[in-house]
């Protein structure tokens, strides 16, 4: 075989096994890459249901049933990347920002509709947030907290300093107080669209 030819030959053998390795590169990313989907989370049993952007390239979901008579429900909610680097670290330092939801018993449970008793609910709300402030950081709100709608109930919100900047929703409803937190270390983050995307889709049933 003359000195051209092996050449040909050697450039033929090396085009293929590159052209073969970026196939299966290709293929390899394809498959392992999973775009964020809209997930669907509902618990008849605590009236609650929700939807985030689920996936390795959006967020995951941490849930866990109440250990103490005081919680019912947690929900955390935190970027993907950020949750595989905090589990690698095995807790130590800081945790990311996340978005949680508990679920609380409440201690004086009224359902009724009328708008004197949602006045009152209002009003226990704003007692059991001041008396619980290390858990709501009311005592750090930059703003009066204000009487918003979530899917037609009455609840409060608003904003507090912390490790990271915080929006509160607190809602009560069917024997539950519910505590929606947002945190973001600063208001142009994704999470806090992701945040606000969450809120909308809040369904109490």
């Not at 392992?32 to 390795?56: Q, R």
């Not at 201690?107 to 704003?126: F, H, K, N, W, Y």
């Not at 539950?176 to 806090?192: A, C, E, L, R």
Request: charged share 20%; hydrophobic share 40%; aromatic share 10%.
């Amino acid at each position: 075989m003359s000195n051209t030819k092996r050449v040909l030959l050697i450039l033929t053998v090396i085009a293929v096994a590159v052209g073969t390795f970026l196939i299966i590169r290709s293929w390899f990313f394809s498959q392992s890459k999973v775009v964020g989907v809209t997930e669907s989370i509902s618990h008849p049993e605590l009236y609650l249901s929700f939807t985030y952007p689920s996936g390795e390239e959006a967020y995951s979901l941490i849930e866990r049933p109440g250990t103490s008579e005081s919680l019912t429900h947690a929900f955390i909610i935190m970027k993907t990347d950020e949750y595989i680097a905090l589990q690698a670290n095995q807790n130590e330092g800081d945790a990311p920002p996340a978005i949680s939801i508990f679920v609380f018993p409440e201690a004086e449970p009224e359902d009724v509709p009328s708008t004197t008793e949602r006045a009152g609910r209002i009003t226990r709300l704003q007692n059991w947030a001041t008396d619980n402030k290390n858990l709501t950081s009311i005592h750090l709100a930059k703003n009066t907290p204000e009487v918003v709608e979530l899917d037609g109930v009455k609840s409060l919100y608003y904003q507090a300093d912390g490790n990271f900047a915080q929006e509160v929703y607190l809602v009560s409803y069917h024997n539950n107080i519910y505590m929606f937190v947002g945190q973001s270390q600063k208001p142009t983050d994704q999470i806090t669209t992701v945040f606000k995307d969450l809120i909308a889709s809040v369904s109490f049933d």
